[in-house]
């Protein structure tokens, strides 16, 4: 069990952080452009080819799978770009794109003169699609999930249904304190919708209907909760069943 | 929370250093272009931003029927106003959602499991909402955590809570302020921010 998958509800944590800021140090923004970038140039896009090197899968799963992998004290403690710079640092010295030592190595001779300039383009940009062409059209189209495959949804607006405790281990979509509750389907989204990747035995991958369903907090925290709140949460359908 | 953990003195300094030395390898290997981090950064400056939202919650509230399309079909509706940008059913917003405040009713988006965030007429998600404090705390008890922003919900509104959790991106119609019947559509969006359009606050008319 992953406390990053199970957070929904967890008490005692103090106030919230009013901070409004999307960036709240100027290198967050660097390993932000770096991150979008990678989505962009990922191979399983149907995108131009262009001249990068990258060659592997990066996604949003890829990202929140690192984030749920952490120790969940240091899930804690590190700001949210921090833990961005971990995960994709990591990314690229296990997929044999750079190695710990010269990151090592740069990361000392920035932290020395933090004012060092980029290096440049090695060489000029190649005919075709640039780097930076698809990294804007991937902006603009995104990578939508949905499918047009018609797979009958098996419940209706208005049914009540029970939510799975399904076996996830790398990586969910599913919120823990939904897991084990009875909810009422409040929207069938039309079509299927698939995920980034297949999550094993938790059960999403391949494309499926997907509800918005409705809780009763106090349902779901028994007399922990606040009157006149009530929760919907969208839900993959392997995770909604008949209600017992 | 942070107060509780123990950082280096330097925990700022070697995280640039290190984003730093990690976009100088990947600009040398070819993975990138030294021109690539900012290309992504100006389209959150330019064409993907709460500025988008703004002007739909604007036009949403001068003319009440486009707002019944844009809840009952949010991209159609944002595809009818030729003043945004390209890309408004892009990156994080192929598949969005909105949801009108009104009599008796306050919504609040939320993302338990990360920080699902409507790209295209928001753009990147503020600090509070990737805050792990307030999407566990958000869930149970939302009135608690919106007093903490400064926002009182009376017990008589209900407070919908929209936990995104599939590929459904959010977002908030908060009401039109009072005081606002002379205003323009530029005028009126000038009172939108980004979190009034999440829910932890009211678009105000000053």
């Known amino acids: 069990m992953k406390l990053q998958h199970y957070l929904g509800g967890l008490e005692s944590l103090g106030p919230v952080s009013t901070e409004t800021r999307v960036f709240v140090e100027e290198w967050e923004k660097r390993i932000f452009g770096i991150h979008t970038a990678m989505m962009a140039l990922s191979s399983q896009l149907p995108l131009p080819a262009t001249p990068s090197a990258f060659r592997t899968v990066w996604t949003w799963a890829d990202l929140r799978k690192g984030a749920e992998a952490m120790n969940p004290f240091d899930y804690f403690k590190y700001r949210y770009y921090e833990k961005w710079l971990g995960g994709i640092c990591g990314y690229f010295v296990a997929n044999g794109y750079i190695t710990e030592e010269e990151l090592e190595a740069r990361t000392a001779e920035y932290y020395a003169d933090p004012d060092k300039p980029l290096p440049q383009d090695s060489a000029a940009p190649a005919a075709g699609t640039t780097i930076d062409q698809r990294v804007e059209r991937y902006l603009m189209e995104g990578d939508s999930p949905k499918s047009d495959l018609d797979i009958a949804p098996a419940f209706k607006e208005g049914d009540a249904v029970h939510i799975r405790n399904v076996p996830s281990i790398v990586h969910t979509r599913l919120p823990g304190f939904l897991r084990n509750r009875s909810g009422v389907v409040e929207t069938v989204y039309p079509g299927a919708y698939g995920y980034l990747t297949d999550t094993g035995t938790d059960g999403i991958g391949a494309p499926m209907p997907v509800y918005c369903v409705r809780f009763a907090v106090e349902e779901l925290w028994p007399g922990n909760t606040e009157p006149n709140v009530t929760l919907y949460a969208d839900l993959y359908a392997t995770y909604v069943a008949t209600a017992a | ?206």
């Open chain 2, 1 to 206: 929370m942070s107060d509780r953990f123990q950082y280096p003195n330097d925990r700022e300094a070697r995280s640039a250093a290190r984003a730093k030395a990690l976009e100088a390898l990947l600009i040398e290997k070819g993975i990138i272009n030294a021109t690539t981090v900012d290309t992504v950064l100006k389209v959150f400056e330019t064409r993907m931003g709460p500025f988008n939202g703004a002007k739909i919650v604007a036009r949403a509230w001068v003319d009440p029927a486009f707002k019944q399309r844009l809840v009952a079909d949010t991209p159609a509706a944002i595809a009818e106003l030729t003043d945004l940008p390209e890309g408004m059913a892009g990156a994080e917003g192929e598949h969005m959602r909105a949801v009108a405040n009104g009599e008796g009713v306050h919504n609040l988006i939320i993302c338990t499991l990360c920080s699902c965030y409507p790209w295209p007429v928001l753009g990147l998600p503020p600090y509070w909402y990737k805050d792990p404090t307030f999407r566990s705390r958000a869930a149970r008890e939302p009135r608690a955590v919106l007093k903490e922003f400064g926002l009182d919900v009376p017990t008589a509104t209900e407070v919908k809570v929209w936990d995104s959790s599939a590929q459904i991106r959010w977002f908030v119609i908060p009401e039109r302020p009072a005081g606002t019947e002379g205003m323009s559509e530029a005028e009126l969006a000038a009172l939108v921010t980004p979190e009034s359009m999440m829910g932890v606050a009211v678009a105000n008319a000053a």
